[in-house]
């Protein structure tokens, strides 16, 4: 296990070369100069539909995997892109699968909006909302629009843009300090 703290990405998008992909493929390649480990959550296509009959112990395998992905992480960061004027039914899916867990309680989470100005506050609003009935810890200050340019994304599906890049560190390092914070007051495990 990592010394650093790590924070587990979770992208909302299924869908191969989204830019939201790009953009926590990015904070990975950033994390270590944020003295963070980020680890990618790769489960959601897996995941079964949401059914309250089934959360119940033992959970589905998919879902006890990504609750202690959860639990093992001192913090979340999301990207999502909006369909339809809110989240992607996919991850959707895996949100209501945390509220009956208490793995995402007091976790600090924060969220990268990489759309272009004025695109994607149906996401957001939708992700805050949900993320209040799990008692998520949101951290406004790390909760950031980057907007990120196709352009930018290279062949290995990573942001070039060094004010992406610079940004991203940032948004790594003050979930990481809300992470320190949780734990030097006993809220996180």
């Not at 895996?94 to 004025?118: F, M, Q, R, S, Y």
Request: proline share 7%; net charge negative.
């Amino acid at each position: 296990m990592s010394a650093l703290p790590v924070i587990l990405l979770l992208s909302g998008s299924l869908r191969s070369g989204s830019t939201n992909e790009a953009v926590l493929r990015t904070a990975q390649d950033v994390a270590p100069s944020a003295k963070v480990e980020a680890l990618p959550y790769d489960g959601l296509a897996g995941l079964p539909h949401f059914n309250p009959d089934d959360d119940t112990d033992p959970l589905p395998a998919p879902v006890a995997e990504l609750r202690a992905a959860i639990d093992n992480a001192a913090g979340i960061l999301v990207c999502t892109p909006e369909y339809a004027g809110t989240l992607p039914g996919s991850f959707k899916n895996l949100l209501d699968w945390t509220v009956g867990g208490t793995e995402i309680c007091d976790k600090p989470v924060a969220w990268v909006n990489a759309a272009a100005p004025g695109r994607g506050e149906g996401a957001q609003t939708t992700l805050r909302t949900v993320l209040g009935y799990t008692g998520a810890d949101i951290v406004e200050s790390a909760c950031a629009r980057i907007p990120v340019d196709r352009k930018t994304v290279d062949e290995s599906g990573v942001v070039n843009d060094p004010e992406v890049r610079r940004a991203l560190g940032d948004v790594l390092r003050l979930l990481a300090s809300a992470a320190a914070r949780g734990v030097a007051t006993g809220q996180q495990a």
